[in-house]
């Protein structure tokens, strides 16, 4: 169970950030802090780890820069879904694949990754909304704020992941909810104001039939006078 709710943990935060949980995951290996599943334990060779340093950086400083931003969030979405699926089956015993032949632990791994990927991806599309609003109402002056505050959110739900699994797995199923809710919320909005300006349509259309009626019938009454 810790290892699960560590890699469901990991998952989610792969939608702020897609390098962080990983790297995350791989030095806390190193570290001796937690045991990476067999299929996922290149995450912590040397090469794998100087390079998803690397990438970090970069993801890191690009996310701070006004307009590539939103280039890097519309272009990483893939891999954001394919961290998600990657990491919430790196923790060993979460959801290992076991021998080749056991179908039941591959069916797993299989709905646990598209979970994870569907996590991240989740999270990710509120955090590209957020930034889209805050580029309309601040003209982008807000990004560099948020983007800290993101780099500050992913590394605290990883340090909760790793050290305190149960409070790091609450908190990202809090997330995950938040995110459906206010999906849930604005979709609910957009049929609502679609009902009503078609009622309003519909009104509108109905005393424009009902005029010329009006006006036949005063015509008539002059016409007699």
Same mark, same amino acid.
């Given at each position: 169970l810790h290892a699960t709710l560590l890699g469901l943990s990991a $998952?989610?935060?792969?939608?702020?950030?897609?390098?962080?949980? /990983?790297?995350? &995951? $791989?030095? %806390?290996?190193? *570290? #001796? *802090?937690?045991? &990476?599943? =067999?299929?996922? $334990?290149? *995450?912590? !060779?040397? %090469? $794998?780890?100087v390079l998803m340093t690397a990438l970090l950086s970069l993801?890191? &400083?690009?996310?701070?820069?006004?307009? *590539? =931003?939103?280039v890097m969030h519309l272009v990483a979405t893939p891999f954001h879904a394919a961290a998600g699926a990657?990491?919430? %089956?790196?923790?060993?015993g979460s959801f290992s694949a076991g021998s080749v032949g056991d179908a039941t632990s591959s069916e797993s791994v299989a709905v646990a990754a598209g979970f994870g990927a569907l996590a991240a991806l989740a999270i990710h599309a509120a955090k590209a909304a957020a930034r889209t609003v805050a580029t309309a109402t601040c003209c982008g002056s807000a990004n560099c704020c948020l983007s800290f505050l993101e780099d500050v959110f992913v590394f605290l739900i990883m340090a909760l992941a790793i050290l305190f699994t149960v409070a790091a797995a609450m908190l990202a199923i809090a997330c995950v909810c938040a995110v459906a809710s206010a999906l849930g919320y604005l979709l609910c909005g957009h049929a609502d104001r679609?009902?009503? !300006?078609? !009622?309003? #349509?519909? /009104?509108?259309?109905? #005393? =424009? %039939? #009902?005029?010329p009626s009006i006006v036949k019938s005063v015509l008539v009454i002059v016409s007699r006078i």
């Open positions: $998952a989610t935060a792969s939608g702020m950030r897609v390098t962080v949980p /990983a790297v995350c &995951l $791989a030095y %806390a290996h190193q *570290l #001796g *802090l937690l045991q &990476l599943s =067999d299929e996922c $334990a290149w *995450l912590s !060779t040397p %090469a $794998a780890t993801e890191l &400083l690009a996310d701070k820069i006004p307009a *590539l =931003d939103h990657l990491v919430v %089956a790196a923790p060993a679609h009902q009503r !300006t078609h !009622t309003a #349509g519909v /009104a509108v259309h109905a #005393g =424009d %039939a #009902g005029r």
